[in-house]
């Protein structure tokens, strides 16, 4: 999948579809072109007034929002995975946040490391290779993007 299909697909076709399958082309494609967007609409809003540019700048992230959390689903389905796996990085912040609040102040390195390897393995496992062949959530992407060609 390339870059204007994975975006295309993602923005609308399935804006809000938290089912099937995304290929990793498809996902970081579209990770791509949300940097792209958010860098974008920074660089056009900075010279507003601060509060304007980043009401602005809240309401483009919160309409690329549903889009982000489909996709990251779509992936999760591709490993197999339920989409409750996308709670993982919010956990490793709260893993975090309570750390950093710990009296005696030796929880904080702890709960730092625990965050941050919770979010490496959450990477790999979204860059790792679907499932080949269909699985619970559908058929493979690959094979659908293969067969339209």
Not at 2 to 27: H, I, N, P, W
Not at 76 to 89: E, I, M, Q
Not at 130 to 143: E, S
Request: charged residues 10%.
């Amino acid at each position: 999948m390339t870059f204007a299909q994975a975006v295309r697909v993602c923005l609308k076709d399935k804006y809000c579809s938290f089912r099937g399958r995304a290929s990793r082309s498809e996902f970081w494609w579209f990770m791509l072109g949300i940097g792209l967007i958010n860098l974008a609409a920074n660089t056009v809003l900075s010279p507003l007034p601060p509060k304007t540019a980043m009401g602005l700048n809240f309401l483009v992230s919160l309409a690329l929002l549903l889009p982000n959390l489909g996709v990251t689903v779509r992936r999760l389905h591709d490993r197999n995975l339920a989409g409750w796996w996308l709670l993982v990085p919010i956990l490793s912040l709260l893993f975090w946040l309570l750390g950093r609040g710990a009296p005696g102040g030796n929880a904080g390195p702890v709960s730092a490391l625990l965050s941050l390897s919770m979010c490496i393995c959450y990477l790999a496992i979204l860059s790792l290779p679907g499932t080949a062949g269909p699985n619970r959530f559908g058929p493979d992407p690959l094979a659908a993007e293969n067969a339209g060609e």
